[in-house]
C-alpha cells in the first residue's frame, strides 16, 4: 500500500476518494489510524485523537470507524467478541494474535495457502477469507505447575 498517500495534508483527498465528507474530527481519525499504520482499538483511536482535540467523542470514533469500514477505507479485524481492532491495511492479508499481549500484526497472503474451501451456494461468491493465528508464548513448566496448583 502506498503510504505516503495517507500523510496527513491529504487525508481529505483520500477521505473523499472513499466517498466520504471530509470533516476536521473524521481527518483527525483518519490521521490516528494512518499515521502509525498499525492495528488500534476504537479506544486507543480515541485517545491519540483526544491529545490534541479532546472534543471528539467516543460515539463520534466509533460512528467514523464504522463508515470508514463500510467505505473500504480501513479493515475491522474482530480477534475475540470482546477486542475489536481497526486496521488501515486493505489489501489482502491475514493476522496473528498474541493473546497475552494483546498484539496483532500482519502475515502476508503470500505465506499462508487457503485449500479445500465448501462448494458455495448458487448465486454466491467469496468475497474474503479472515484467518486469524491466536498464539501465546509457551509457559515454562514452574509457571505451569503453579497455576494448576491454584
Given at each position: 500500500?502506498?503510504?505516503?498517500?495517507?500523510?496527513?495534508?491529504?487525508?481529505?483527498?483520500?477521505?473523499?476518494q472513499?466517498?466520504?465528507?471530509?470533516?476536521?474530527?473524521?481527518?483527525?481519525?483518519?490521521r490516528?489510524?494512518?499515521?502509525?499504520?498499525?492495528?488500534?482499538?476504537?479506544?486507543?483511536?480515541?485517545?491519540?485523537?483526544?491529545?490534541?482535540?479532546?472534543?471528539t467523542?467516543?460515539?463520534?470514533?466509533?460512528?467514523?470507524?464504522?463508515l470508514?469500514?463500510?467505505?473500504?477505507?480501513?479493515?475491522?479485524?474482530?480477534?475475540?467478541?470482546?477486542?475489536?481492532?481497526?486496521?488501515?491495511?486493505t489489501?489482502?492479508?491475514?493476522?496473528?494474535?498474541?493473546?497475552?499481549?494483546?498484539?496483532?500484526?500482519?502475515?502476508?497472503?503470500?505465506?499462508?495457502?487457503?485449500?479445500?474451501l465448501?462448494?458455495?451456494?448458487?448465486?454466491?461468491?467469496?468475497?474474503?477469507?479472515?484467518i486469524?493465528?491466536?498464539?501465546?508464548?509457551?509457559?515454562?513448566?514452574?509457571?505451569?505447575?503453579?497455576?494448576?496448583?491454584?
Open positions: 500500500m502506498d503510504m505516503t498517500r495517507h500523510s496527513r495534508s491529504n487525508l481529505a483527498g483520500v477521505l473523499r472513499h466517498g466520504i465528507n471530509p470533516t476536521h474530527q473524521r481527518i483527525e481519525i483518519a490516528a489510524l494512518f499515521a502509525r499504520f498499525e492495528h488500534l482499538s476504537a479506544d486507543q483511536i480515541l485517545a491519540l485523537v483526544n491529545e490534541g482535540h479532546p472534543e467523542s467516543r460515539a463520534t470514533v466509533y460512528n467514523t470507524l464504522n470508514f469500514v463500510q467505505r473500504g477505507l480501513i479493515r475491522e479485524v474482530i480477534v475475540d467478541p470482546s477486542k475489536v481492532f481497526y486496521d488501515p491495511n489489501q489482502p492479508h491475514y493476522h496473528i494474535y498474541d493473546v497475552r499481549t494483546g498484539r496483532l500484526a500482519d502475515i502476508d497472503a503470500d505465506s499462508v495457502r487457503v485449500t479445500g465448501p462448494d458455495l451456494p448458487p448465486g454466491m461468491v467469496t468475497e474474503g477469507v479472515d486469524i493465528l491466536r498464539v501465546r508464548s509457551a509457559a515454562p513448566e514452574s509457571e505451569a505447575a503453579v497455576q494448576g496448583a491454584a
